[in-house]
């Protein structure tokens, strides 16, 4: 490992593994699943399986005044997914950008989360719990119910991303936890959000992820509102808006109460567990091989999947 100096201080850089080490047989076919989760998502089926309601109704689009709403309370998830993320990090301070309501979710979904521990199944079934809400109440209780929820994955994301060995006091792979909520769905053609795969959405945040890993990196006290915070938190909700969508409209089903609002809830936490073990998954053979040979690797595994 190198030494890189950076404002005074010495920071570790890694080495890249030698180029051309071949994947082995068994992590070619751990790649081949995650690119099976990674680019056909599937979220839409999911849901409709779960809310008992037609696909079309499902992809379909909101009224505007429900758009803005779904807007409004996506951006205050990913503002509190910031926070957990960032709090994550060893002798950090986070000073928090969104309002006392948002702070007071955090600490709610962090509470309820500590209280049946740390699996999947468990912060699947405490989504279970918060959707069962929402399928009473309906959209009313989405800017409450959402960050909630949101928190509840982020935690088990966490967990994954520590499973496949990452090093959650790295800004770099705290904020990665975060990704995965962008990686979650794929933009339709009525949007205006580019999305051409897994890879594409990496690249498209890359800019911002990094620039958000320095800033966190190089300071004690974080403020959420910083501009490199911010940017990547506007970047983040955009995507995992349009998902959140799909989920209010299954959600939406006139019948669906609690029951259903549970089953939705426990689907959408399903989908994205999955999305981050698969995240994790192509993030950690490319720190045994290599970024470049699990790239080819992965596009010549989409294309034998006829997902190209």
């Known amino acids: 490992m190198n030494d890189l100096a950076v404002v005074g201080e010495t920071l570790p850089v890694p080495i890249d593994p030698p180029a051309g080490k071949p994947l082995?047989?068994?992590?070619?076919?751990?790649?081949?699943?995650?690119?099976?989760?990674?680019?056909?998502?599937?979220?839409?089926?999911?849901?409709?399986?779960?809310?008992?309601?037609?696909?079309?109704?499902?992809?379909?689009?909101?009224?505007?005044?429900?758009?803005?709403?779904?807007?409004?309370?996506?951006?205050?998830?990913?503002?509190?997914?910031?926070?957990?993320?960032?709090?994550?990090?060893?002798?950090?301070?986070?000073?928090?950008?969104?309002?006392?309501?948002?702070?007071?979710?955090?600490?709610?979904?962090?509470?309820?989360s500590r209280l049946l521990g740390s699996s999947e199944t468990r912060h699947k079934a405490l989504a279970a719990v918060t959707g069962a809400v929402g399928g009473v109440l309906g959209l009313a209780t989405l800017a409450v119910e959402l960050p909630v929820s949101t928190t509840l994955m982020l935690r088990s994301i966490a967990e994954i991303a520590r499973e496949e060995g990452e090093d959650l006091s790295d800004p770099e792979s705290a904020l990665a936890c975060v990704q995965v909520f962008a990686l979650g769905g794929r933009a339709g053609a009525e949007t205006t959000v580019a999305d051409s795969g897994y890879f594409a959405v990496r690249a498209a945040l890359a800019k911002t992820m990094s620039e958000a890993a320095r800033y966190a990196a190089h300071r004690s006290l974080l403020d959420a509102g910083a501009p490199p915070l911010v940017r990547l938190t506007a970047q983040i909700a955009a995507r995992f808006g349009l998902?959140?969508?799909?989920?209010?409209?299954?959600?939406?089903?006139?019948?669906?109460?609690?029951?259903?609002?549970?089953?939705?809830?426990?689907?959408?936490?399903?989908?994205?567990?999955?999305?981050?073990?698969?995240?994790?998954?192509?993030?950690?053979?490319?720190?045994?091989?290599?970024?470049?040979?699990?790239?080819?690797?992965?596009?010549?595994?989409?294309?034998?999947?006829?997902?190209?």
């Open 243 to 308: 998902v959140v969508s799909q989920k209010v409209a299954a959600q939406a089903v006139p019948v669906i109460g609690a029951l259903g609002g549970a089953a939705v809830n426990a689907a959408f936490m399903d989908h994205f567990q999955s999305m981050a073990r698969a995240h994790f998954t192509v993030r950690r053979l490319e720190r045994a091989y290599g970024k470049d040979a699990v790239h080819a690797a992965y596009l010549e595994e989409k294309a034998a999947l006829g997902l190209g």
């Open 24 to 112: 082995s047989e068994e992590d070619r076919a751990v790649l081949r699943r995650a690119v099976t989760v990674l680019e056909k998502p599937g979220l839409a089926s999911r849901l409709s399986a779960a809310a008992g309601a037609p696909l079309d109704m499902i992809g379909r689009a909101l009224p505007a005044p429900i758009t803005e709403t779904v807007a409004s309370a996506t951006e205050g998830a990913m503002r509190t997914a910031l926070r957990v993320a960032l709090a994550t990090l060893p002798d950090k301070d986070v000073k928090p950008a969104g309002t006392a309501l948002e702070r007071i979710e955090t600490e709610a979904g962090g509470r309820l």
